[in-house]
């Protein structure tokens, strides 16, 4: 999964930006660099990363004002999905609830453990991959649901042609064109169902993976000390 995570790094001070480049580049993660909130107001625009590390503290725009136009501001609206782990060498818990208020996902302090800080990395990526994965499960349980009522509404019309087909006064040319509705209803509904099941088999296969990555991110949850 890492490889494929793209991660921009914000911080006005060049040896933070180093070792998160060198640190997270050694495992597969592409790094982006950004020195100040402008730059990543930018670099957010060109890249959609992943995931965003963000230093709080930076002069003329400051990460929190950073997080709250990502989570807030309408042109950065298909941005607000970014999560986003925020870090400061303020240890102050008003800070760190601040941050989280605004719609960060993670807050680490200064000085930095590598261990903890790749262990949230990975959490909040994968917490994040898990909320994606349920957006999509809850959109195809609401594609079915429309082509359940679509077999329900092709069911009636059915019921209400045949019952026509049974009168005796009916015309030949009339019997005929209900025969061909009936025709078209059947084929209507055998597709219908056809896209059920498979949909069906799809959100299977599906429930089996959240599962899988809900134990990952359990287990990648730091342990507390």
């Known amino acids: 999964m890492d490889t494929k995570k793209r991660i921009?790094?914000?911080?006005?001070?060049?040896?933070?930006?180093?070792?998160?480049?060198v640190m997270l580049s050694k495992l597969?993660?592409?790094?982006?660099?950004?020195?100040?909130?402008?730059?990543?107001?930018?670099a957010v625009r060109r890249l959609n990363p992943d995931l965003i590390i963000l230093d709080n503290i930076?002069?003329?725009?400051?990460?929190?004002?950073?997080?709250?136009?990502l989570k807030?501001?309408?042109?950065?609206?298909?941005?607000?999905?970014?999560?986003?782990?925020?870090?400061?060498?303020?240890?102050?818990v008003r800070d760190k609830v601040e941050g989280l208020e605004l719609g960060?996902?993670?807050?680490?302090?200064?000085?930095?453990?590598?261990?903890e800080?790749?262990?949230?990395?990975?959490?909040?990526?994968?917490?994040?991959?898990?909320?994606?994965?349920?957006?999509?499960?809850?959109?195809?349980?609401n594609l079915t649901e429309n082509l359940m009522d679509t077999v329900r509404e092709s069911s009636a019309k059915l019921k209400a042609q045949i019952g026509r087909l049974a009168e005796p006064a009916l015309a030949a040319g009339d019997r005929q064109r209900l025969?061909?509705?009936?025709?078209?209803?059947?084929?209507?509904?055998?597709?219908?169902?056809?896209?059920?099941?498979?949909?069906?088999?799809?959100?299977?296969?599906?429930?089996t993976d959240l599962k899988a990555l809900r134990r990952k991110v359990r287990n990648e949850l730091p342990q507390p000390v």
């Not at 930076?58 to 136009?69: Q, S």
């Not at 807030?72 to 102050?92: G, R, T």
């Not at 960060?104 to 261990?115: E, G, S």
């Open 58 to 69: 930076m002069p003329r725009l400051t990460g929190w004002e950073v997080t709250k136009i």
């Open 104 to 115: 960060a996902d993670d807050y680490i302090t200064k000085p930095f453990n590598f261990t």
């Open 179 to 207: 025969a061909g509705e009936l025709l078209q209803a059947v084929e209507l509904m055998d597709n219908s169902v056809d896209s059920l099941r498979s949909r069906s088999e799809g959100l299977s296969r599906q429930a």
């Open 8 to 21: 921009l790094i914000v911080d006005d001070e060049q040896i933070n930006l180093e070792f998160f480049d």
């Open 72 to 92: 807030n501001d309408p042109e950065y609206s298909q941005f607000a999905d970014i999560p986003i782990i925020m870090f400061s060498a303020l240890d102050d």
């Open 117 to 141: 800080v790749l262990a949230r990395i990975r959490v909040v990526l994968r917490t994040h991959d898990l909320i994606k994965q349920i957006e999509n499960r809850e959109q195809r349980i």
């Open 28 to 42: 597969g993660f592409d790094i982006h660099l950004a020195e100040n909130g402008h730059e990543a107001l930018e």
